[in-house]
């Protein structure tokens, strides 16, 4: 079956090239849709102070992409929310608008509650640096920019004391080619990132920047932290 569009006939095989082609630009413009819900979603930024209820934890965490992080750690036992957000940059500018072009020096990040009955500080660390590249300066694959830096903002003295630890044993055990760059500094604010940004993974699972980004990510936790995963999301 064909059907005409300005005098071009489009067979089927045509119509699949197009459909593969449209597929790879979700990709691209994955990033890019971001700055176009901006102007259908301009509240006003929800800035959190460090409180913390009984028998939790908070840390804050940026290795890239925050859609990336979110569900990573979303499937971790023990973890009781992880919200995506920037830190780290000017606090008068705390939108994805202006954090996407870098020159505020805010991190995407995700700011992780969990319980530290369940889950310790230790644990959350090491799936954290497994499960992005700490060795590459303001980037993580595709995503370039101090925006995407690999950055602990720890809450409190222990946390920092693990986090530089954790880095120092790394580094010597040789499990990367190359020295960590993760910045190790503590939280000064957490700015809540857009509605549009959160769960984002969840909302949009078929979305080309998720199966080809987020997925390997999440199979890669899955299969170095089995003991750590939700029992929603075990096979």
Partial sequence: MESQ???IALTRPVLFLLFLLMQGLG????????????SMNNKQFNYHKNTEMPNEKKITLGAGCFWC???????????????????????DEASYRIV?????????????????DIITIDALLEIYWRTHNPTT????????????????FYHDDYQRE??????????????????IVTEITPLDAFYEAEEYHQNYFERNPDQGYCQIVIRPKLDKFKSLFEENLREEYRP
């Fill in 27 to 38: 990709l691209a413009e994955a990033r890019s849709v971001h700055s176009d819900s901006e």
């Fill in 100 to 116: 996407s072009t870098g020159e505020s020096n805010h991190a995407e990040v995700v700011q992780i509650t969990y319980d530290p």
């Fill in 162 to 179: 693990r986090a530089e630890y954790f880095k120092k044993k790394l580094d010597k055990s040789g499990m990367f080619d190359d020295p």
């Fill in 137 to 152: 300066l303001n980037r993580q694959g595709a995503d370039v920019g101090p925006q995407y830096r690999s950055v602990i």
């Fill in 69 to 91: 992080v979110e569900a990573v750690f979303k499937r971790v036992e023990g973890v009781r929310s992880a919200v995506s957000g920037y830190s780290g940059g000017r606090k």
């Fill in 5 to 7: 569009a300005s005098g």
